[in-house]
């Protein structure tokens, strides 16, 4: 079920990528959401998927907390 979580969270934050305001709030609310060991690997995914997104880059301080 969790792993159901983590996925889903990554199709809806590929799916808002278009609007940094609407990436950001569905970041702050799987952050919120996720096990500790699912955020850890939403950073990694995070870190690839940004890598073509420069105007996603400030989403990643709400990883930091």
Known sequence: MAR???????????????????FCKELKKAVAR?????????????RQFLTDKPELQESLMYLKA
Do not use: G, H
């Open 34 to 46: 996720l096990l500790p060991d699912e955020i850890e690997e939403l950073k990694l995914w995070l």
């Open 4 to 22: 159901a979580m983590l996925e889903y969270t990554k199709t809806v934050l590929q799916k808002v990528s278009f609007d940094t305001k609407l």
